[in-house]
């Protein structure tokens, strides 16, 4: 049984309540109107209702596709594991005090000694969060400081190797061997349930009387806006491979030549990039790299040969390690020669870009969809790492 | 200690340890010793008495293969400190089994050298820690490419192209390290590595528990390339060594070259050789602070501002070489382009100084923004320390041993072109961290200006530029080494030619890729934010490093 509350306290638990009611109201139906309103919109243009432009986002069975990092490289090991609690503690007590925040705030307007119900309420409340902290820590078992990171310790073994001592020099100065192990490659055949996430679908409903001319003007209009924003900024996923880093981005990313002006910026993920800058020579090692980053950039993607080794070999074409240019790894648009070529060079390349790009990427999407499609009947197979 | 003391003394204990089985080799140069190790079995010996008697580092190991004596020629070279004394020791290993102890449990510095000799020429060091391919792909089986009698076509049997289409290289754990304990790997394509280069790190929360530079994205083979090209051609190659310092890279190639075939430079061209390579020093070291303010991040400014002022540099090279990169400006016998008649363009030298009044303002500008920030010294100040004996033991040159608190500068140690009649000091640091790695380079361009500005007044004013060797003389047989002070450490290319007017062998002493090899060291204990200053520090150039 609760005991009866005074009328008293009773009073100042209204008054803790009284808000104006019209207003959040007015606030709340708006809010949850715009929700309403976004779901339909969404459920319109969005793959599979009655006004869809959108074509299904598809998971195109390029191996490196699905590779986690973007710089080219598989993760080694297990990418899903257990951190070590010290690293979720902080955003843990962030998000739970960042709750607990506003209602902190209330309760400091309405203070008063007298109000023992709600002290108490957020007196247990604060302990309680606390214990459940405490409770996650303890659980886990495990101290906030890694252990292995002992920096005084380190820094005198440092002052020891430097005046010569023995010992800490050998401590020091330890060339471990790298002990991870190649695995054989798990290789699954390709089922149908497999090729069906991997098809396009494509909506082929083009005779509705009604819907069907106002998809065919929905979907000009946002072919037009993207292709513009295309040709307009392109992003660059420049690979820093050897002296045409320096002249493409570096010198025509500062003051001189500002490269910024027509929009290029670097990127640094291949997932955001339009534009392909293959500067260097192309090694043995580079070239499944390369084409991972290739096929992590989303279409429509254009590819740069800078300077000649990337068009032909250059100087070091015949090499035992070198392949002859970028167009036996990539399918590449644009030739831009010199050893380096000057940045003024790159500038004209991105006038080029600019004029010729967008009619060529609304002439390659067709080809796409055919490539794709010729890539999933060509596929037996997909290999699981 | 004197040249004469040092060379006595070295032969001295090496003939009382080692007895009949080493033997003194006649040398073309004074400064150098040479000597003749019988049995390879005793070279951990050698290694031990030079040791003792103050050699700092094996600075180079070159394997020669010789394929008619039945062998493959190791030669060692050490160094000192102190002097311009090296010692050069010759071992022969046999061609079939070439198989010699390590000398890196005893002298880590000797670990790249080393392994660089399995990965080109399958020499297998005995007890070497972490023997595996750096520069080709790690599951090559194509053979060594430097071995005089390798097919070449050998390397297109390489299956580059299938590893195009499925996943490469899927690595695991091995099962007995424990739970907590992850693998990162930072590139080949990544912002902070500078370049393309791959660091695999072992972790465990976000300290780095051990880490494992992995080369060889660059590598195009200059070393074979260049043994069927002439030595004029091979100036274009070294040019795309370091594309931060080009100039330099000519330079060594070329006094290599001219000891190898004996060619005297005229007076005038040491004097302008000496400005290229400061001017190319201050190039390179403003390139650098630019990365490695990019590096520490937010500090766009400071990225922008040294480049401002690098392409007025460039301009003037342009000017002068008609190139903003790749130069090929200093050739054998002197400086030009391609004619021997050409001369500076006038009004360069006034041109340059105004550049270098300019220059010393700007410096004050970046020291504003840079020491004057609290946050700048907090991510520098004792993150990546390896000073004293340590650095030398782990064979650190240039600015990384110079900021552990050692002096050691080739340009003053043995000096080569004009530079003992300069007047300028060697900036040297303390703690050898990040911090005095970037105060050594920003004292060292304020040198470098010095230079140039004294070398402007005293350089004479007529006269030739470029000694004229008709080709038919461009061959020699025997042995000939440039030794330079890069702006990234010591360069030294060393050439053994057999009378043609190509080399038979040439290699190349790449000061970053000894200085990368520190981060085996550096980055163990070190926290995952710090890698990019650590990296940075170094001032890595990829190219350079795989050649």
């Given at each position: 049984m609760i005991a009866p509350i005074s009328p008293k306290l009773r009073g100042k638990i209204l008054m803790l309540f009284s808000l104006d009611y019209l207003t959040l109201g007015v606030f709340a139906s708006l809010m949850i109107g715009f929700m309403i309103f976004g779901i339909i919109i969404w459920k319109l243009v969005a793959s599979g209702g009655p006004l869809s432009i959108h074509r299904k986002r598809t998971t195109v069975p390029e191996p490196y596709k699905r590779v986690g990092y973007e710089c080219g490289e598989v993760p080694i090991g297990k990418t899903r594991f257990s951190f070590d609690i010290e690293y979720y503690v902080f955003p843990l007590i962030f998000i739970v005090f960042d709750v607990f925040t506003p209602f902190l705030f209330l309760w400091t307007i309405t203070y008063s000694p007298n109000n023992w119900l709600i002290n108490m309420f957020f007196v247990l409340l604060i302990m309680f969060l606390f214990l459940g902290m405490m409770a996650a820590v303890l659980r886990d078992g495990k101290s906030l400081v890694t252990p292995e990171y002992q920096k005084d310790y380190y820094l005198e073994m440092i002052e020891k190797a430097a005046n010569g001592d023995e010992e800490a020099l050998n401590e020091f100065l330890r060339i471990e061997p790298l002990k991870i192990i190649k695995k054989e490659l798990e290789v699954k055949p390709m089922t149908q349930d497999m090729r069906n996430k991997y098809s396009l679908s494509i909506p082929d409903d083009k005779t509705h009387p009604v819907l069907a001319p106002i998809r065919a003007l929905l979907r000009k209009l946002v072919g037009w806006l993207f292709r513009w924003g295309l040709g307009k900024s392109p992003w660059i996923l420049y690979l820093g491979i050897k002296c045409c880093a320096l002249e493409i981005p570096m010198a025509v990313g500062v003051s001189r030549f500002d490269m910024e002006r027509w929009g290029i910026i670097p990127s640094g993920s291949p997932r955001q990039a339009d534009l392909m800058i293959v500067n260097g020579p192309i090694t043995f090692k580079w070239a499944p790299r390369i084409k991972a980053l290739y096929d992590q950039i989303a279409e429509p993607k254009f590819v740069v040969a800078l300077g000649e080794c990337a068009i032909l070999g250059g100087p070091f074409k015949g090499s035992y390690a070198v392949i002859d240019g970028a167009n036996k790894v990539l399918p590449v648009d644009f030739y831009l020669p010199g050893c380096p070529p000057r940045p003024e060079m790159f500038l004209d390349l991105v006038m080029k870009y600019r004029s010729s790009v967008p009619s060529e990427a609304e002439r390659r999407r067709e080809k796409i969809v055919l490539a794709r499609k010729e890539v999933l009947r060509n596929l037996d197979k997909v290999l699981v790492g | 200690m004197g040249v004469d003391e040092i060379k006595d003394l070295t032969i001295r204990e090496l003939s009382s340890t080692l007895g009949s089985d080493i033997e003194k080799r006649d040398m073309k140069w004074d400064k150098y010793i040479g000597v003749n190790l019988l049995k390879p079995k005793r070279i951990t010996e050698l290694v031990r008495v030079l040791k003792k008697i103050g050699y700092a580092q094996p600075v180079l190991i070159t394997a020669v293969d010789k394929p008619s004596d039945g062998v493959i020629e190791l030669v060692y070279k050490f160094n000192r400190i102190d002097s311009k004394v090296m010692t050069w020791v010759y071992v022969n290993v046999d061609r079939e089994n070439p198989r010699i102890p390590s000398i890196t449990p005893l002298w880590r510095a000797a670990f790249p050298h080393e392994i660089e000799a399995y990965d080109l020429m399958g020499v297998v060091f005995d007890n070497i820690p972490d023997l595996r391919h750096v520069f080709l792909p790690w599951d090559w089986n194509q053979g060594f490419p430097l071995r005089k009698d390798w097919d070449p076509n050998e390397a297109k049997k390489y299956p580059w192209w299938e590893k195009t289409r499925e996943f490469y290289d899927p690595f695991i754990i091995p099962s007995d390290e424990s739970d907590d304990i992850y693998y990162v790997s930072i590139g080949p394509q990544h912002p902070a590595v500078h370049g393309s280069f791959r660091l695999i790190l072992k972790m465990k929360g976000d300290t780095i528990l051990e880490a494992w530079p992995d080369f060889g994205w660059v590598h195009r083979g200059i070393e074979k390339l260049a043994e069927s090209k002439t030595f004029d051609q091979i100036i274009v190659y070294t040019d795309r060594l370091c594309y931060g310092s080009s100039i330099s890279w000519n330079l060594t190639y070329s006094l290599a070259v001219e000891d190898l075939l004996g060619i005297e430079v005229p007076e005038r061209s040491l004097w302008f050789r000496v400005i290229l390579v400061e001017m190319q020093r201050i190039v390179s070291h403003l390139l650098w602070l630019s990365a490695l303010m990019a590096d520490l991040g937010t500090y766009h400014s400071m990225f922008l501002y040294p480049i401002r002022e690098r392409e007025k540099f460039l301009d003037l090279f342009e000017k002068a070489s008609g190139a903003r990169l790749t130069y090929s400006y200093i050739k054998i016998g002197g400086v030009g382009i391609?004619?021997?008649?050409e001369d500076i363009p006038d009004n360069w030298f006034n041109e340059l100084k105004d550049v270098l009044t300019d220059f010393k303002q700007r410096v004050k500008e970046y020291l504003d923004m840079t020491e004057a920030s609290e946050s700048f010294h907090i991510r520098t100040k004792n993150v990546g320390v390896i000073r004293g004996k340590a650095a030398i033991e782990a064979g650190a040159t240039g600015p990384v041993l110079r900021a552990a608190g050692i002096k050691y500068d080739v340009r003053k140690i043995d000096p080569y072109l004009v530079y003992d009649q300069l007047d300028f000091e060697i900036p040297v640091g303390k703690r050898g961290d990040v911090y005095d790695r970037w105060w050594v380079r920003i004292n060292e361009m304020l040198q470098s200006v010095r230079i140039i500005e004294q070398a402007i007044e005293e350089m004479p004013k007529q006269g030739p530029l470029r000694t004229k060797v008709p080709p038919i003389k461009m061959r020699g047989t025997g042995e000939g080494i440039g030794r330079t002070e890069d702006p990234r450490g010591e360069a030294i290319i060393y050439i053994v030619g057999d009378g043609k007017n190509m080399p038979y062998r040439i290699h190349i002493r790449s000061p970053t890729y000894i200085n990368l090899s520190l981060l085996h060291f550096l980055l163990r204990k070190a926290k995952f934010a710090d890698i990019a200053a650590i990296i940075g520090s170094l001032d890595p150039c990829m190219a350079e490093v795989d050649r």
């Open positions: - | 391609f004619k021997h008649a």
